[in-house]
């Protein structure tokens, strides 16, 4: 029995020491060695570097040393054992226990605890650990340690924090179709499209029972609306598409438009809207095939029977913006069948074309829809993305380094500036990057350029001479898809393209006038996904509607 010396460099400190024993002396009862694998040894107490250990045969529950005799056994090794202000070794009670005041990484080593009872102060060295072997089972697994730790809790902290800011960003950005938190069964909501609808069709109900005649229009009117519609399956879109641009326009803002309906068949009578009475009354054109032209004629019945839809809707695209040239409209807007019309969408556009004008003189087009699924993170502007990110990891480290040298020099180690440059900033960038561009970078509502990305051809509105350059490129073109042949002639000579933030258009229609268009395993059709999202947060208050972006 009695003191055995084991001071070295690496063992605790006498500070550190002198406070792991009045830990231990202020337990009460006894203390039992409870533990009979590995190293033999139950650590009963750690301060800073210093730990106890009672090593060796193993005690029943209510056995054991009593608390203050384990207390003065440690007092003893540190009188003996005190060497340039660090003590450590152990204590023989007999002759199988022990207790070592030795660095707790050789508590857990039977060659440094043998078969006695002994009490161990020792400093904790992470590396010399892993290289020893494994911790048996009575030390504190690495979970534990690591909430003992400032660095440790921090980075708890960090989890649980960023665990709770992903799932507020479920709750938030699920309407972003550029984010990963994007929620199909919830953002393709129809909202204030909805309450439009229900108007739009209270107006062509209303028309359906009226009398009244033609609206007065102006001898050269300031806008040629344009709609070319055909039979679709179910539902006709172009009656509330109708019926949205014209409900809530005022008599002066009605005399201004000029609105030509395209029937879109050989045989007009195939369509259900050809002989209602509201396309009578409210629309100033119905607008047919000329037949006496029978070349072209043939050639459109021929296209309709082979179902060649791309001839057919480059020449009806073609055919209906002549005929709006011929009006002497200033502006022409062409607007498909299958869309709603905010309230108030005239002066809107008015004003946004204005804004335009101001700001090119050789534009192409103001979109008044678009789809923002496309607006994400594209591909080919990662580069950029990754200098910026670069870039901010970068100048945290700087400012670390430089907060480290002129004040907080204890506070801030190095494993502090990694962690914080290497696992807490990149992991805010990826947050970041994964709530969506839309849901960070927003569009501003006004009047944008937008040469890419700005799907697709539901509204759009050209000058009168811009139209007549239209329908030059699409004679040209004779077959296609209008938005695309307009994008990549718009690209080679270099032609402005503007649109309108909040659209002032939302596509409604679930069903393609080309056909069906359901995507493999997927529950919603191809024509369905082309949606505004932003359309559907415009508010109605009395007769004016605002949007959370914009004022009115």
């Given at each position: 029995?009695?003191v055995?010396?084991?001071?070295?460099s690496?063992?605790?400190?006498?500070?550190?020491?002198?406070?792991?024993?009045n830990?231990l002396?202020?337990?009460?009862?006894?203390?039992?060695?409870?533990?009979?694998?590995a190293?033999?040894?139950?650590?009963?107490?750690?301060?800073?570097?210093?730990?106890?250990?009672i090593?060796?045969?193993?005690?029943?529950?209510?056995?054991?040393?009593?608390?203050?005799?384990?207390?003065?056994?440690?007092?003893?090794?540190?009188?003996?054992?005190?060497?340039?202000?660090?003590?450590?070794?152990?204590?023989?009670?007999?002759?199988?226990?022990?207790?070592?005041?030795?660095?707790?990484?050789?508590?857990?080593?039977?060659?440094?605890?043998?078969?006695?009872?002994?009490?161990?102060?020792?400093r904790v060295?992470?590396?010399?650990?892993?290289?020893?072997?494994?911790i048996?089972?009575?030390?504190?697994t690495?979970?534990?340690?690591?909430?003992?730790?400032?660095?440790?809790?921090?980075?708890?902290?960090?989890?649980?924090?960023y665990?709770?800011?992903?799932?507020?960003?479920r709750?938030v950005?699920?309407r972003?179709?550029?984010?990963?938190?994007?929620?199909?069964s919830?953002?393709?909501?129809?909202?204030?499209?909805?309450?439009?609808?229900?108007?739009?069709?209270?107006?062509?109900?209303?028309?359906n029972?009226?009398?009244?005649?033609?609206?007065?229009?102006?001898s050269?009117?300031t806008?040629?609306?344009?709609?070319?519609t055909?039979?679709?399956?179910?539902?006709q879109?172009?009656?509330?598409?109708?019926?949205?641009l014209?409900?809530?326009?005022?008599?002066?803002?009605?005399?201004?438009?000029?609105?030509?309906?395209?029937?879109?068949?050989?045989?007009?009578?195939?369509?259900?809207?050809?002989?209602?009475?509201?396309?009578?009354?409210?629309?100033?054109?119905?607008?047919?095939?000329?037949?006496?032209n029978?070349?072209?004629?043939n050639?459109?019945?021929?296209?309709?029977?082979e179902?060649?839809?791309?001839r057919?809707?480059i020449?009806?695209?073609?055919?209906?913006?002549?005929?709006?040239?011929?009006?002497?409209a200033a502006?022409?807007?062409?607007?498909?069948?299958?869309?709603?019309?905010?309230?108030?969408?005239?002066?809107?556009?008015?004003a946004?074309l204005?804004?335009?004008?101001?700001?090119?003189?050789d534009?192409l087009?103001?979109r008044?829809?678009?789809?923002?699924?496309?607006f994400?993170w594209n591909s080919?502007?990662?580069?950029?993305?990754?200098?910026?990110?670069?870039?901010?990891?970068?100048?945290?480290?700087?400012?670390?380094?430089?907060?480290?040298?002129?004040?907080y020099?204890?506070?801030?180690?190095?494993?502090?500036?990694?962690?914080?440059?290497?696992v807490?900033?990149p992991?805010?960038?990826?947050l970041?990057?994964?709530?969506?561009k839309?849901?960070?970078?927003?569009?501003?509502?006004?009047?944008?350029?937008m040469?890419?990305?700005g799907?697709?051809?539901?509204?759009m509105?050209?000058?009168?001479?811009?139209?007549?350059?239209v329908?030059?490129?699409?004679?040209?073109?004779?077959?296609g898809?209008?938005?695309m042949?307009?994008?990549?002639?718009?690209?080679?000579?270099?032609l402005t393209?503007?649109?309108?933030?909040?659209?002032?258009?939302?596509?409604?229609?679930?069903?393609?006038?080309?056909?069906e268009?359901?995507?493999?395993?997927?529950?919603?059709?191809?024509?369905?996904?082309?949606?505004?999202?932003?359309?559907?947060?415009?508010?109605?208050?009395?007769?004016?509607?605002?949007?959370?972006?914009?004022n009115?």
């Amino acid at each position: 029995t009695g003191v055995t010396c084991q001071t070295s460099s690496g063992s605790p400190t006498t500070g550190d020491v002198t406070d792991v024993i009045n830990e231990l002396r202020g337990g009460g009862g006894k203390c039992p060695q409870t533990n009979g694998e590995a190293s033999d040894c139950t650590t009963l107490v750690t301060q800073g570097s210093a730990a106890i250990s009672i090593c060796g045969g193993t005690d029943k529950e209510d056995e054991g040393t009593e608390y203050e005799k384990l207390s003065q056994y440690a007092t003893q090794i540190q009188k003996a054992c005190l060497e340039d202000g660090r003590a450590g070794g152990m204590y023989t009670i007999g002759p199988d226990k022990r207790m070592e005041p030795c660095p707790n990484i050789l508590r857990a080593f039977k060659s440094q605890c043998a078969p006695n009872a002994v009490i161990m102060l020792g400093r904790v060295y992470p590396a010399i650990r892993q290289m020893l072997g494994h911790i048996h089972s009575d030390t504190p697994t690495h979970a534990s340690r690591l909430l003992t730790t400032v660095a440790g809790r921090s980075l708890l902290g960090f989890l649980l924090l960023y665990l709770l800011l992903i799932q507020a960003c479920r709750l938030v950005f699920y309407r972003d179709p550029t984010s990963a938190f994007f929620d199909p069964s919830r953002a393709y909501h129809h909202g204030y499209s909805i309450q439009r609808q229900r108007q739009a069709d209270q107006f062509i109900q209303a028309a359906n029972s009226s009398i009244k005649n033609h609206p007065v229009i102006l001898s050269q009117p300031t806008m040629c609306l344009g709609i070319a519609t055909v039979e679709r399956p179910g539902e006709q879109y172009v009656r509330p598409a109708f019926g949205s641009l014209m409900e809530g326009l005022v008599e002066d803002e009605r005399k201004h438009i000029h609105t030509i309906v395209l029937i879109g068949h050989t045989d007009p009578q195939q369509h259900p809207i050809y002989h209602e009475t509201w396309l009578e009354t409210t629309s100033d054109k119905i607008l047919t095939y000329d037949t006496s032209n029978t070349t072209q004629f043939n050639l459109l019945v021929k296209w309709e029977k082979e179902k060649d839809y791309r001839r057919k809707a480059i020449f009806d695209y073609t055919y209906l913006l002549e005929t709006c040239i011929d009006s002497g409209a200033a502006w022409i807007a062409m607007i498909e069948d299958d869309t709603l019309a905010v309230k108030g969408w005239y002066p809107r556009a008015m004003a946004a074309l204005d804004v335009a004008d101001s700001k090119s003189t050789d534009w192409l087009y103001l979109r008044l829809f678009f789809t923002e699924k496309f607006f994400g993170w594209n591909s080919e502007f990662w580069p950029m993305y990754l200098l910026s990110s670069v870039t901010i990891v970068a100048a945290i480290a700087v400012l670390l380094l430089t907060l480290r040298r002129l004040r907080y020099n204890t506070l801030i180690s190095n494993w502090t500036i990694l962690t914080i440059c290497f696992v807490y900033t990149p992991a805010c960038i990826l947050l970041y990057f994964m709530a969506g561009k839309l849901s960070m970078r927003p569009l501003p509502p006004g009047v944008h350029e937008m040469p890419n990305y700005g799907c697709c051809a539901q509204g759009m509105v050209f000058s009168s001479p811009a139209a007549a350059r239209v329908v030059n490129k699409l004679k040209e073109k004779e077959s296609g898809f209008v938005d695309m042949i307009l994008e990549q002639w718009a690209n080679q000579e270099k032609l402005t393209r503007f649109a309108v933030v909040p659209s002032l258009l939302q596509h409604i229609g679930g069903h393609s006038s080309k056909g069906e268009d359901f995507a493999p395993a997927q529950p919603m059709s191809v024509a369905e996904t082309i949606f505004n999202f932003g359309f559907e947060l415009y508010e109605q208050h009395g007769d004016h509607v605002v949007h959370p972006t914009a004022n009115g």
